[in-house]
């Protein structure tokens, strides 16, 4: 997204045994000694037994046995929601000098290596600064002091917390949150899903990092209203388990809800069929359905369910300009499940959430025949029904199915390599600009074809809009954009680096933004000469490779260093290997993640296999992590 630019849930508890000690063969020295003492057992240090020492961390069963300052603090009253669930504490967000307190006793067992206290964490405040902490939340164990957290750490959503608490195993502590506010000005601390973890000496197995659901493929029939804002119809996916860990559940995206509330839903699924649907979570954009028996690996099931989406007002990447709809994200998809859990982090608005597998969809619109229906992938259109049209969309391997509807006007061409290419206008957009656009498309994907592989989508269509206060936005095979040469470059180079191409949009940003940003800079010719020389860091903390988390909590320095200084990274990883070296890396990199997933360590791994000259000091110079 953005061309013009302006939270990951954690694995559970670790279940581990330890390792019984083994009696050593006797020496000969030893075997002068007793058969009694030969045959004694070596001693064996305390086993651990693995536990959750935090009770009631979810707040879903009253209050006991947390103490509190008041009896407001642990609630489910209007004003901030649950991580989980419909309970949560709430600290502070009073507005005056004002100190809430949440606590409870607790017993780390001890024989425990590892001890870690996670909790997930939002704090929204009025206060205007971006220097002073004004308002604080201090986490303790005892009367040591782990974290403190004020109103400069703010964020859009939940953000999950782990400190290391494992000096403390074998005792009986308190612990407590105290949250403090200033005279004036509210800052809110709201606290969910508190745990506290132990494990054992021995090295507890990796969990399974095979990305599931798999091999999504969906089938959507949607009917709009007269003005194509408001659209009912039924969904239904087909999935597998390609996981050893059997699938119990699986969380569906309603991302859309996010331009919502829970109590005015934009995108609303009822009547589930193949599973159980559970509460709504993460602010009403995760919809848990349980399915009705474990999916083992290698076993397919399918859910369905009715859909409704009614689009807001506001041109945005899902909102009406006008008479002009952009629908993006608004079809429910699966969250991804890997080596870290459910992948069930927050919308962001100042950037991307979304993390999906590559996946098949059939998409039926049935509109106006006055609304042209531009979306991914490739689109045929039969007559319906009493001035109706029936657009029929088929995409292979996407992430994700984007579409648009209004009275566009439409030009098409066809690039050099083939590729069909669209431009759809709204009103206010001159012929000329439009011509602009469709010349820099059709040059935009061959160019970049030419760089990482040939573009598998079939056509490529473009929506011109210039009220667009985000620059561009990225579907497959489908853009949103401004009249601007750069922008629509930039978002037509996403139908590779997040495309073809995927990555964690929320935890891994720079993977899309600054790999499509450096690939705009090649296809307009332009080398970056010593942009790496203007790079200067606000913070220790700031690093190319960091989470939306941070970036919602840094929104102004976003751009500059995912877009600006990952993009500057890139071009002197290129002048390090040389131009012949960096291009077979990015081109055989694409190759090999072609429909897949990338990794920052990934990446550093395959930039390492191609020189040999060791780059530690590179990464760690551009901060690069991972």
């Not at 205007?128 to 109103?151: E, F, P, W």
């Not at 009917?223 to 119990?248: K, Y």
Request: aromatic share 10%; proline share 4%.
């Amino acid at each position: 997204m953005r061309s013009t630019p302006h939270r990951a849930f954690g694995a559970g508890a670790l279940v581990v045994a330890a390792l019984a000690a083994l009696s050593l063969p006797a020496t000969p020295a030893a075997a002068r000694t007793s058969e009694a003492a030969r045959s004694a057992p070596a001693p064996v240090a305390a086993a651990c037994t693995p536990a959750q020492a935090v009770t009631n961390g979810g707040f879903e069963n009253g209050t006991s046995p947390w103490s509190a300052s008041s009896t407001s603090v642990i609630t489910s009253r209007t004003g901030e929601s649950a991580h989980g669930g419909t309970t949560f504490a709430w600290l502070d967000g009073v507005g005056s000098t004002h100190t809430d307190t949440l606590s409870q006793s607790v017993t780390i067992p001890g024989g425990c290596s590892s001890a870690t206290l996670t909790f997930w964490l939002h704090i929204d405040t009025t206060e205007t600064t971006s220097s002073t902490a004004y308002d604080k939340l201090t986490a303790k164990i005892g009367s040591t002091t782990l974290a403190t957290y004020s109103n400069l750490d703010k964020n859009t959503g939940y953000v999950q917390k782990s400190l290391d608490v494992s000096s403390f195993a074998g005792q009986t502590v308190t612990l407590s949150f105290t949250g403090t506010e200033d005279s004036s000005l509210r800052t809110s601390f709201v606290l969910d899903d508190i745990a506290l973890d132990t494990s054992g000496d021995s090295t507890p197995p990796p969990a399974d990092s095979t990305r599931t659901p798999a091999a999504p493929s969906y089938t959507v029939n949607l009917s709009s209203d007269t003005n194509g804002f408001v659209w009912n119809g039924h969904e239904s996916v087909s999935f597998t388990n390609a996981s050893a860990s059997a699938l119990n559940e699986v969380y569906l995206r309603l991302w859309d809800n996010y331009h919502g509330t829970c109590s005015a839903m934009p995108i609303t699924v009822t009547n589930v069929t193949g599973g159980t649907a559970g509460a709504l979570s993460v602010n009403c954009t995760a919809l848990k359905i349980t399915l009705p028996t474990p999916l083992n690996q290698g076993q397919s099931t399918t859910i369905g369910f009715d859909l409704g989406i009614t689009v807001p007002s506001g041109a945005d990447r899902f909102g009406h300009d006008g008479a002009f709809s952009n629908i993006g994200n608004a079809l429910p998809v699966l969250a991804v499940r890997d080596g870290a859990g459910w992948h069930l982090d927050p919308y962001t608005n100042n950037g991307e959430s979304f993390y999906s597998l590559a996946a098949d969809f059939r998409v039926t619109l049935d509109h106006p025949s006055s609304l042209l229906v531009p979306a991914t992938g490739t689109s045929t259109d039969t007559p319906g029904t009493s001035g109706r049209t029936v657009t029929t969309a088929t995409a292979s391997k996407v992430r994700d199915f984007a579409w648009g509807s209004g009275p566009f006007s439409k030009i098409s061409g066809t690039s050099s390599a083939g590729v069909p290419v669209n431009v759809y206008s709204v009103s206010g957009i001159s012929s000329s600009s439009a011509q602009s656009m469709l010349s820099t498309a059709k040059s935009a994907v061959d160019a970049h074809a030419a760089r990482f592989g040939a573009y598998p989508y079939g056509e490529l269509d473009a929506v011109i809009d210039n009220n667009y206060w985000f620059g561009g936005m990225e579907y497959p095979g489908f853009v949103l954009d401004l009249v601007s040469t750069t922008a629509l470059t930039h978002e037509i180079g996403h139908q590779w680096w997040y495309g073809i191409v995927g990555d964690d949009e929320y935890n891994s940003p720079w993977l899309d933004e600054a790999f499509t940003d450096y690939a705009t800079d090649l296809a307009q010719g332009l080398t970056g000469t010593n942009c790496w020389s203007n790079v200067s860091w606000s913070s220790s903390s700031e690093k190319i490779t960091n989470s939306m988390a941070y970036w919602d909590a840094h929104s102004s320095r976003y751009s500059t260093v995912v877009y600006g200084y990952g993009k500057c990274a890139l071009h002197d990883l290129r002048r390090l290997l040389g131009d012949t070296v960096m291009a077979k890396l990015l081109k055989d990199y694409a190759t090999a993640h072609w429909y897949g997933v990338s990794t920052t360590a990934e990446f550093k791994a395959a930039a390492q296999a191609a020189t040999s000259t060791d780059l530690t000091s590179f990464w760690t110079q551009h901060r690069i992590d991972g």
